[in-house]
Nanobody
Framework: QVQLVESGGGLVHPGGSLRLSCKVSGTMVSANVMGWFRQAPGKQRESVAHISEGGYTVYQDAVRGRFTISRDNAENAVYLQMNNLQFGDTGVYFC?????????????WGQGTQVTVSS
């Protein structure tokens, strides 16, 4: 089984920063495309960013230039550095790996970590 444990969320003011962590067990982050997702209240979960096995990164337009996804193979962890946070960034953040067969996120969702941006 794959386990994904997110941490690092919290309450911040607009313009603040947070660094989210995703500890992975059961699969290797170096062998998968890894991604961060978020879900605001009353809205569907959306992709935020992902990183390929080779380190290529892709970002949603809304976060490009402010967020950075990274991977630490030795720690088998994925991170999301979030700078200049805005009200629209509020939500529960999840990490996940993409199926090599379908290209879609796996069904192994963790509990996520809450990010709240408030003045």
């Amino acid at each position: 089984q794959v386990q994904l444990v997110e941490s690092g969320g919290g309450l911040v003011h607009p313009g603040g920063s947070l660094r989210l962590s995703c500890k992975v067990s059961g699969t290797m982050v170096s062998a998968n495309v890894m991604g961060w997702f978020r879900q605001a209240p009353g809205k569907q979960r959306e992709s935020v960013a992902h990183i390929s096995e080779g380190g290529y990164t892709v970002y949603q337009d809304a976060v490009r230039g402010r967020f950075t996804i990274s991977r630490d193979n030795a720690e088998n962890a994925v991170y999301l550095q979030m700078n200049n946070l805005q009200f629209g960034d509020t939500g529960v953040y999840f990490c996940n790996y993409f199926s090599r067969l379908t290209g879609e996120p796996s069904s192994d969702w963790g509990q996520g970590t809450q990010v709240t941006v408030s003045s």
